[in-house]
């Protein structure tokens, strides 16, 4: 008896004593995390950044590396759900997005590099796929990256606009369109075919934040729609034009807090709702990916 409650109030004391351990942060959701093939280290540097900032990673994949990502998303489902991406001028790109299908992937992206615009015919069997799997596809939008300078390539910005989203969700309803860059420049397009479409949406990674960093209430005049009914339907009834965003840092394992940073900044330059806050940097993605809340 006696050693009993000594082992109680020991516990007592112990508890008094232990620092209460800090809620974890609210939860992130990142569509946009490329998986870096040069890191043998990157699942575990990934891992420990999401334990600790409460993320989750759509991990954009290259199909060479589909079944490593595919592991480590079994592994760790809380963390990473798994993206794959193909090559949609590859004659067999289909083939690879069953091949993701079959091993658990969840949508495809980041799409971009493209030969011809994204409305193309030739892309919509891959389209179609996806529509039937009820994915998420992620593409590039606006002003892409130059990678050879003294080679010619066949890249244009021009073909991976962000109106071009618009045919693609209404001709496939079933997909959860997601534009990156949120159409870099043309801002007002990707925002215009967001406010019609309630299965696009639009990440602001790349530049936009930090090129508009000291005029960030200007995304007042772009999503302007707030609580006018002017909209199409949003996640949970949303009446914030924000709801149209979702979170992506597409910055590398070290850039992710200060994306994170920078989209708070335009929430506050822009009076966003703590509610609408939410479904952009989770909420919104949880919901369609159906990850566990
Ligand atoms: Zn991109």
Redesign the pocket.
Known sequence: MIRCSCVAVGFIIASAITPLAAPAPDRIVDI?VHFDEKNPQFIENLIKLADRLNLTACLLTPYADRQVVADAAKKYPDRIVPFGYVDLDARDAVKQVEDFHALGFRGLG?L?FVRRPYTDAAYMPVYELANRYGWVVLF??GI?LREKFKEPEDVASDRMRAFYLEEIARRFPKLIVIG??CGNPEYEWAAETARWNPNLFFDL??STLVKMRGRLSDFRRIFWWSNTGEGTDTPDGDKSAFSKLVFGS?AGLDGIEGVLQRYRAMFDACDVPESTRKLVLAGTLAKVLRLRR
């Open positions: 946009h980041e971009e590039h939008t892409v990156a860059h990674s790349g597409d």
